[in-house]
């Protein structure tokens, strides 16, 4: 069975503070992706990587950047946390795109 | 734009009675089509998807989906409610970006309650 392991379950960080979210998945998958989820607004795609070393913009990267120096790990950074920052995240994986994404339980993050 | 709908808010149910949870699509060319859950406190999980063939899919715990296009439609069903498929419900299509890259794209979310 697949599994998106993410680092934390709960984050509590302070305004400007340099953040650092972390995902593994253990199934040798290609793609992996971050999201946000936030209510009303549903799930919105921030960054997606589909090899090591190689990153693409989703529909909301400002104040996110991303690093996946190996294929099973993949990192969300966020620059200088803002309180608008204050969500879930949630990292997928997949093999390609024909195929489901597998989800982490996610990282419930708030900005102070 | 490139899109998926979810109507409603919340559906509510008696246990027991089918379920229907509504999702409209709009996209160029051939729809790729996606229903995920999401229980408290968890991530997505993955029930069904529509790629081409059948237009009724069966998926995981007893739902299924049922693809028409010329209603630009994909309904997520279930014949009889359990109070365990309370949950978060998601519609996603496959939608090609401007650098040649696919992504999924979400509807809001359906909250489902199923009463006893």
């Known amino acids: 069975d697949v599994k998106v392991t993410q680092s934390s379950r709960y984050l509590v960080k302070r305004t400007g503070e340099k953040v650092f979210l972390e995902c593994v998945q253990d199934?040798?998958?290609?793609?992996m992706f971050w999201y946000r989820q936030d209510p009303g607004l549903g799930l919105r795609l921030i960054y997606f990587?589909?090899?090591?070393?190689?990153?693409e913009k989703g529909d909301i990267p400002e104040g996110y950047s991303v690093s996946r120096e190996k294929k099973e790990r993949f990192s969300l950074i966020l620059e200088s946390a803002s309180t608008n920052q204050t969500s879930m995240y949630l990292c997928?994986?997949?093999?390609?795109?024909?195929?489901?994404?597998?989800f982490g339980d996610g990282t419930r993050l708030s900005i102070l | 734009a490139q899109s998926v709908a979810q109507p409603e808010d919340q559906v509510n149910v008696a246990e027991g009675n089918p379920l229907t949870v509504k999702c409209t699509y709009s996209?160029?060319?051939?729809?790729?089509l996606f229903w995920y859950v999401q229980y408290p406190n968890r991530g997505l999980q993955f029930l069904l998807k529509y790629i081409t063939g059948d237009n009724l899919v069966k998926g995981s715990y007893g739902f299924e989906a049922e693809f028409n296009k010329s209603q630009t439609s994909f309904h997520l069903k279930k014949p009889s409610a359990l109070v365990s498929d309370s949950a978060l419900y998601f519609c996603?299509?496959?939608?090609?970006?401007?650098?040649?890259?696919?992504?999924?794209?979400f509807g809001t979310g359906t909250r489902l309650l199923v009463s006893p």
């Open positions: 199934m040798d998958h290609e793609n």
């Open positions: 996603a299509v496959r939608v090609l970006m401007n650098t040649g890259f696919q992504k999924l794209v």
């Open positions: 996209v160029s060319g051939n729809p790729y």
């Open positions: 997928a994986s997949n093999m390609d795109s024909n195929q489901p994404q597998h």
């Open positions: 990587s589909y090899d090591v070393k190689m990153k």
